[in-house]
């Protein structure tokens, strides 16, 4: 395939990932916490059939699922921009999740505490100035702080919230299967929700398993709730090359094989694909993989209702009124009891990234909140990897993702 081609449709689908995910998490939100029946019995026997209103009456709106998982992506930005700043000159090699590795925990632990802010204060105006100067400028800094939008609070995850109050940087080695330091017992799916851009990078999937469990571990300590994150940041970098959904996931579960306690992860996706293979899919026998609150199961909803509807291309050309496989994949993923919004944004992350963002409803995004900023993280973050020594570092791009941030 030749270079240009192979660029674009990179860029295709880590517009694809982020928008994707956005788009799960926006069909989800309204239903999040609420049963099967309840939903039934409000939107008919097939659930809701695209985006629909919230509690405020609101449609498209995200919620800290799609927040935190554009924090990582800007981490992962300034970080890459920052070890090729430290490279120079006109190697035409890649930036490594290796190279990274030594400053991407303190810049995603920064990140997520950007994040914090805009959960604790009603617009960037309204951030108190810190006393350290350099505390004051790193929390002022970045593009999505100023970002008056990300300010909403949607029912953010008290693992995540109180995580952050540990200063705790992991190291960016493979965790070793014990419970990190900070929430041992927390095993949350926010841990992995958020973790999709670390398979973007265009590394070796093992290293983005790696990194993305040792910096789930800044939240959640439980070795499932880390192991997951891994595993969906690897299945994410498989599908960004090419790879079938199921073969990456079978691929995955070898890697597992290598990690101490991680059964409960193991289990799950096994159980994802066995159930896969029985038939037709419905909303009953995504319940049997449970409601999604913990990393586990939410990993596992998330592929398994994306591998169901794989069938057919979904770039085939669909009457208006029929719904794509894609949208089928999507839907699934969201109408049952459960964490739907999280389960959605899983999902809709595994497809953008197989399919791109063309395969995207186009209906359904142009009606999704924050979608031009979104497509603005994912444009710069395909770009920074891509060709990260042919871009000009100026001024705004250096402010816009801390790439100057003190080591």
């Not at 909803?301 to 057919?312: N, P, S």
Request: aromatic share 6%; net charge negative; proline share 6%.
């Amino acid at each position: 395939m030749p270079l240009d081609i192979e660029r674009l449709k990179y860029a295709s689908r880590v517009r694809g990932c982020l928008l994707g995910g956005a788009l799960g998490n926006a069909l989800g939100w309204p239903l999040s916490s609420t049963t099967l029946n309840e939903i039934r019995r409000q939107y008919g026997p097939s659930g809701v059939q695209g985006l629909v209103p919230d509690r405020d009456g609101c449609i498209g709106r995200i919620s800290d699922d799609t927040q935190l998982t554009l924090f990582t992506a800007e981490a992962l930005i300034g970080a890459h921009a920052r070890m090729t700043q430290k490279k120079g000159g006109e190697d035409s090699s890649r930036i490594t999740m290796t190279e990274m590795g030594s400053i991407l925990s303190a810049r995603v632990r920064d990140a997520y505490l950007r994040w914090q802010c805009t959960q604790t204060h009603v617009s960037p105006s309204e951030i108190v100035p810190a006393e350290n100067p350099l505390e004051d400028a790193f929390r002022r800094t970045g593009h999505l702080i100023n970002q008056s939008w990300l300010y909403a609070v949607r029912s953010p995850g008290q693992s995540t919230l109180t995580g952050l109050t540990h200063r705790f940087e992991p190291s960016p080695e493979r965790p070793d299967g014990t419970p990190g330091p900070v929430n041992p017992e927390s095993k949350g799916c926010m841990s992995t929700v958020r973790s999709s851009p670390f398979g973007l990078v265009r590394d070796d999937p093992e290293l983005a398993f790696n990194m993305a469990a040792s910096c789930a571990r800044i939240t959640h300590g439980h070795p499932t709730g880390y192991f997951s994150a891994g595993a969906f940041a690897f299945i994410i970098g498989r599908l960004v090359e090419g790879s079938s959904l199921k073969g990456a996931t079978q691929e995955v579960l070898r890697v597992l094989t290598t990690v101490r306690n991680k059964e409960e992860v193991s289990r799950a996706l096994q159980k994802a694909l066995s159930l896969a293979e029985e038939g037709a899919p419905t909303p009953e026998s995504v319940e049997k993989l449970g409601r999604g609150w913990v990393a586990e199961e939410a990993l596992a909803i998330a592929v398994y209702c994306a591998l169901t509807r794989q069938d057919m291309s979904p770039s085939e050309d669909w009457p208006k009124k029929q719904l794509s496989p894609l949208q089928k994949s999507l839907l699934l993923s969201v109408n049952h009891s459960g964490d739907s919004d999280s389960t959605g944004s899983m999902c809709g992350s595994l497809l953008g990234a197989a399919h791109g963002d063309t395969a995207l409803p186009g209906d359904w995004v142009h009606q999704l909140e924050g979608r031009r900023e979104i497509i603005e993280i994912a444009d710069d973050l395909s770009l920074q990897v891509s060709e990260p020594f042919r871009m000009s570092y100026n001024d705004e791009w250096l402010t816009k993702y801390s790439v100057t941030r003190p080591e």
